[in-house]
């Protein structure tokens, strides 16, 4: 009968032991867009241990430039690819995939992935003026492109203008109007365009009555010299 006892001991304990340090599980974070206030003020991703014990972490990822012949590893794109929760210093493609392994004190692993997806702007280096006389009417452009498509423009005043919510609307002011324009991409991304200044040319006509014009010598030759006397 003792025996049978010390058989059902030994059988719970092996059984706690797998119940507490055999389980593992992570989260590499939800999938989600980096907007540019984000990247800029430092993305991170956001790794956690679900259960179990797992004691050391490897994040991976993979990029192949062909046109460098080159491939970049997860070391070069994190802080540290052995925490939780790294800074992203840099990506090399609009949407990166990273790999979470996490390994536990017995050697089991578990692994998860997350999918981020980068809103990157340019802008054209130049500046967005133009004059014009108070009877023309120009089109607008814009300055600033993400690498993803554009969903929305909304400019601003709404003055003298065919629409404010397309690419290039054309615009007839009679005075001089700074139009500003933000852009909305399809990660749901804002960006601030420059303001893009109309300046309105002044034109002004003047009429004269009783001008007598001299002409010397008359008739002319080679040369004609024209002398104006307004009253």
């Known amino acids: 009968m003792k025996t049978v006892v010390k058989i059902l001991l030994v059988l719970i304990v092996t059984f706690e032991q797998h119940k507490l340090f055999g389980q593992c599980e992570i989260d590499a974070g939800f999938n989600r867009n980096i907007c ?5 003020s430092g993305a991170k991703l956001l790794g956690k241990v679900i259960s179990g014990d797992p004691i050391n972490f490897i994040w991976e ?8 012949n080159k491939s970049y590893y997860a070391s070069s794109m994190l802080s540290d690819t052995t925490v939780l929760q790294p800074l992203i210093e840099q990506h090399f493609e609009r949407s990166v995939k990273y790999f979470l392994t996490g390994i536990t004190a017995t050697g089991e692993t578990c692994r998860d992935s997350v999918q981020l997806n980068f809103s990157d702007w340019m802008f054209l280096t130049v500046d967005k003026i133009t004059g014009k006389s108070i009877l023309d009417t120009i089109e607008l452009w814009i300055a600033a492109e993400s690498n ?7 400019r601003s005043p709404n003055f003298m203008i065919s629409d404010t919510t397309i690419r290039n609307p054309r615009v007839w002011n009679d005075k001089t109007v700074f139009y500003n324009l933000e852009i909305t991409d399809s990660l749901g991304c804002k960006e601030t365009d420059d303001i893009f200044e109309v300046y309105v040319q002044p034109t002004s006509t ?22 104006v006397k307004l009253e």
Request: charged share 20%; no cysteine.
């Open 148 to 154: 993803w498509p554009h969903m929305k423009y909304e």
């Open 36 to 40: 540019p206030s984000e990247n800029n």
């Open 206 to 227: 003047k009429s004269f009555e009783k001008v007598y014009v001299e002409i010397y010598p008359n008739p002319f030759q080679d040369h004609i010299n024209i002398q």
């Open 61 to 68: 990822s993979y990029y192949f430039h062909p046109a460098l």
